[in-house]
């Protein structure tokens, strides 16, 4: 013990005596582990919700009957099932618009739920009785109750003019839900004798033959894997932040690796002394080891503070994408478990240990003799890049068969990760061809060793560089991505909001009365119904849409793929447009007939036309408002898109503003509406741009940390070139080229990988997550700004460095000749 303890006191002198580089091993852990558990933070957070609301409607691990046609389960089938003795729970699910946004509302019955009561605070029965209770209480999240501005005991008003019983905040209420009594969300939703669906114990053995004698065909066993909606629709939001994660995770884990293993080169003299004096190997092995796992502690924990933090600036932002994008509420309070920070220094310790494996392996297989040559493993630097040129071939290989042969979206990730670490091992190759052309192109003795000397720094700075042309990419793949979509989105929205005015009544009547007043205004050119309701196709939640035939669609409703005359024939009823993410969910292709749960029964009609429909969680069928009457009587008929001259919105609004009052439920122009999705759009990607960023801070470290760790070992380097009579100042110089000429290089190479990973995710990611693919664009100015970041990062990375070069003494230049090296 006592030859342990002295041998970790002298590998920990070199800390002492070498500050920054324990601070860039320090920085490398802290920055890994901090970005890595701040995503898994705000996953947790995201799963948290969902759980939770999968809870309360019966998904979590239990059996459901749901109606075999994707309709509503009527009431009376559920009263005889309960006669005949099936112990199931009623359910009722859908929308409401509260303050012009929605809000998932949920109908249950406690007194039949599985288990008894469902939330914690109905157990009692005195809770329970005020639930029941006319008027009833609303149970919604504090959070909840946050963002409409109720407060307990108040009664939200919802947009069509409903007033729902008195609101009582219950945390385990997941954000975004508003839980009633079913019999008020059958009222509130106009859906009177409907349910959504009829949930079953979690150990419940559902006997279909006992069920078809009670239902006939009418009902069918919902296995627990068919639950869970959103976990399902968000699970690519997760896979892309967890990416992300990954991503800064390695950048970190480059930053450590780079400085350790210089580390273990400048104390190579201590480590031949230890040696020499009796230390066994296996004692030195076994020091290194907890040495670098006491550093990952110490740093993990501080990582794991920092990704609290993170997470927690991130959050909102995560939550409006997942509301903007899948409809999700997440909560806006971190709330994390202790298996989160379990994790996140577990990661910190593996990551550490994987990081340092090269430079251990290394000392332990040297002999004492090589151990004194302080170069002794930079020789083996070629043979270990052919060794890397094979492993990248083996990624790129890997990456190849995902794509031919792997499906869904954990292929398209494979795929992506095979092609990012492949091209990431391939770059020393290709910086060493581009060096050695340089080289030979150059004339003079210091130009060709300024491209000799450059090709010799590549041992020290290949990592850096990795890491570099990784955060570059992917700066150029998402942001082609987020740029591409910003470009289909704006002009998508030009299309879809071509009315000059949006009005949403509180009622049918009302909406009824605003749409006579509006035909009557001479300004207004056309009141086109926008009706709607809900349905499922193959257990899938479906907007239905009711449209009048108009020039309005005709001319700017444009159709990604569309049979002859399939406005006609939409208007008729004899075809559907449907979403392109319902397209690819379901299979359904020009002509393919579906079955469409109505109110009487299934309607079949063909698929005459599939329409871009970006950013919508659900599917959506387009028909004629006539058909949407006939099939679905209780349809909502409150929204109205209005025509009129573009300088006559404003006094149209302001006329029906002050002649409708409290019938309108929410009215806006076309500008304000445009406006508001942009703002929107932009805030969905924030969580993007902000990892993308922190990518490429974390890379500028990287290069900062292998700049800064090599710069003692430079002076030995560069004292001769000095002595033959350059200058310091030169000597400066050219080390500033030397680091931008690496990374001009590393930028140049990043472009068409961050083309090829920007193809991946609008090609392959994208369809997979949400069923819907984008155009492929590129943005040439896009790589003029990656090239000046490049610049911009190598030059502020080199900065300290040969700051230090510069105000070397001579006579420490002079010591370089008089030392044994």
């Known amino acids: 013990m006592s030859q342990a303890f002295w041998t970790f006191a002298a590998l920990l002198s070199h800390w002492r005596r070498h500050r920054a580089n324990f601070a860039t091993v320090m920085v490398g852990l802290v920055v890994a582990t901090a970005l890595w558990s701040g995503v898994q933070a705000l996953n947790s957070q995201a799963r948290q919700s969902y759980d939770r609301a999968a809870r309360l409607v019966g998904e979590a691990g239990a059996p459901a009957l749901v109606s075999a046609q994707g309709a509503f389960v009527s009431q009376e089938q559920y009263v005889a099932l309960r006669r005949a003795g099936f112990k199931v729970s009623p359910v009722l699910e859908g929308t409401v618009r509260i303050g012009g946004a929605a809000y998932r509302l949920v109908g249950m019955e406690p007194l039949t739920r599985p288990g008894g009561a469902v939330l914690t605070g109905l157990e009692n029965a005195s809770d329970l009785e005020g639930f029941l209770r006319a008027p009833g209480q609303t149970l919604a999240a504090p959070q909840t109750l946050a963002d409409l501005g109720a407060a307990a005991g108040t009664r939200i008003k919802t947009d069509q003019g409903t007033l729902l019983p008195p609101a009582v905040g219950q945390h385990t209420v997941a ?394 024939r939409v208007s008729e009823g004899t075809g559907v447009l449907v979403s392109e993410q319902l397209a690819q969910r379901m299979s359904f292709g020009l002509g393919t007939e579906i079955a469409i749960p109505t109110d009487e029964g299934l309607w079949k009609v063909p698929v005459v036309g599939i329409f871009a429909d970006y950013g919508n969680p659900k599917g959506q069928v387009r028909i004629g408002v006539d058909h949407l009457v006939r099939h679905w009587p209780d349809a909502r008929r409150t929204h109205y898109s209005v025509r009129t001259a573009p300088d006559a919105a404003a006094s149209v609004i302001e006329r029906m503003r002050a002649a409708f009052g409290e019938g309108l439920a929410q009215v806006s122009d076309q500008a304000a509406l445009k406006s508001m999705s942009l703002r929107i759009f932009e805030r969905t990607f924030a969580v993007t741009s902000a990892l993308n960023t922190l990518t490429l801070i974390v890379s500028g470290i990287a290069l900062f940390a292998s700049l800064l760790t090599l710069a003692d070992v430079r002076i030995a380097q560069l004292a001769p070139v000095w002595a033959l009579g350059v200058t310091r100042r030169r000597l400066v110089d050219l080390e500033v080229g030397k680091v931008l000429v690496l990374a001009a290089m590393t930028a140049v190479l990043a472009v068409p990988l961050g083309l090829l990973l920007a193809w991946c995710l609008v090609a392959i990611v994208n369809v997979q997550a949400f069923g819907w693919r984008l155009p492929f664009h590129v943005f040439p100015l896009q790589w003029g700004v990656v090239l000046v970041l490049a610049l911009i990062t190598a030059f502020v990375a080199a900065l300290l460095p040969v700051l230090r070069l510069s105000r070397t003494a001579p006579a420490d230049l002079l010591k370089v000749f008089a030392n044994e090296r």
């Not at 210091?446 to 570099?468: E, Y």
């Open 175 to 568: 954000p975004g839900l508003v839980v009633v009594d079913i019999g008020i969300a059958q009222a509130v939703l106009g859906r009177p004798g409907q349910l959504t669906r009829l949930i079953a114990a979690s150990d419940a053995a559902l006997d279909e033959a006992a069920l078809a004698a009670v239902a006939g065909d009418a009902l069918r066993i919902e296995a627990p894997e068919e639950t869970g909606d959103l976990a399902r629709l968000t699970e690519s939001f997760h896979l892309n932040l967890t990416a992300f994660g990954l991503l800064a995770f390695i950048v970190g884990l480059f930053i450590v690796h780079a400085s350790i293993g210089l580390a273990f080169e400048q104390r190579l003299g201590t480590v031949r002394t230890l040696r020499a004096s009796g230390v066994s190997l296996s004692t030195l092995v076994v020091v290194s080891i907890f040495e670098v796992l006491l550093l990952a502690l110490v740093a993990g924990v501080i990582g794991m503070i920092c990704g609290y933090v993170i997470a927690a600036v991130l959050l909102p932002d995560v939550a409006l994408s997942l509301r903007g994008i899948y409809g999700a509420d997440v909560g806006r309070t971190l709330a994390l478990e202790p298996r989160w920070w379990v994790s996140g220094l577990g990661m910190a310790l593996c990551g550490a240990l994987i990081a340092s494996a090269a430079s251990l392996v290394k000392v332990a297989r040297m002999p004492v003799v090589a151990l004194g040559r302080p170069l002794a493993w930079r020789e083996a630097h070629e043979a270990m890049l052919r060794r890397q040129g094979v492993v990248a071939v083996l990624c790129l290989t890997i990456a190849l068969m995902a794509f031919v042969l792997g499906e869904g979206l954990v292929a398209g990730f494979v795929v992506i990760a095979g092609v990012l670490l492949g091209a990431a091992l391939l770059l020393p190759l290709g910086l060493v061809a581009l060096l050695r052309l340089g080289e030979g192109a150059s004339q003079g003795a210091l130009a060709r060793w300024f491209w000799a000397d450059t090709r010799r720094q590549l041992s020290g700075l290949s990592l850096a560089l990795m890491a570099l042309l990784l955060a570059l990419s992917a700066n150029v793949g998402v942001g082609t991505m987020v740029e591409g979509f910003r470009k289909t989105f704006t002009g998508w929205l030009d299309e879809r909001l071509n009315s000059e005015i949006y009005v949403t009544a509180t009622d049918a009547a009302a909406g009824r009365r605003i749409a006579d007043w509006l035909e009557r205004e001479k300004a207004v050119t056309a009141v086109l119904p926008v009706w709607r309701t809900e349905t499922r196709i193959g257990a899938w939640p479906v907007d239905i849409y009711g449209l009048r035939d108009h020039a309005t669609y005709r001319d700017h409703f444009s159709l990604l793929s569309a049979m002859p005359k399939a406005w006609d």
